[in-house]
Nanobody, 115 residues
Framework: QVQLVESGGGLVQAGGSLRLSCAAS????????MGWYRQAPGKQRELVTT???????NYVDSVKGRFTISRDNAKNTVYLQMDSLKPEEPAVYYC?????????WGHGTQVTVSS
């Protein structure tokens, strides 16, 4: 059974930085795309960024230039470096992983931004 475990969330001041990590708990031959979603209170969950096995990335326009996704395929881990965080960006951040024909989700990590 695959489990994704996120870490790195917390409280940061506006303009500050946080680095999220997400590790797959099981030994997996290959994880295809990995990504991060976020869900703010009262809002729909939105896709923030994705990265393919080969390292190609995509970002939602609102985070381009401030967030960076990366991965370590040997460790089955994906990272999200978030810089210049904005007061409107507090949310629960979820990582996802596409393995075979399935998509797996982490339980989420809370990011709080104080103004």
């Amino acid at each position: 059974q695959v489990q994704l475990v996120e870490s790195g969330g917390g409280l940061v001041q506006a303009g500050g930085s946080l680095r999220l990590s997400c590790a797959a708990s099981a030994t997996i031959f290959r994880i295809n795309a990995m990504g991060w979603y976020r869900q703010a209170p009262g809002k729909q969950r939105e896709l923030v960024t994705t990265i393919t096995y080969g390292g190609s990335t995509n970002y939602v326009d609102s985070v381009k230039g401030r967030f960076t996704i990366s991965r370590d395929n040997a460790k089955n881990t994906v990272y999200l470096q978030m810089d210049s965080l904005k007061p409107e960006e507090p949310a629960v951040y979820y990582c996802t992983a596409e393995i075979g024909s399935g998509t797996y989700w982490g339980h989420g990590t809370q990011v709080t931004v104080s103004s």
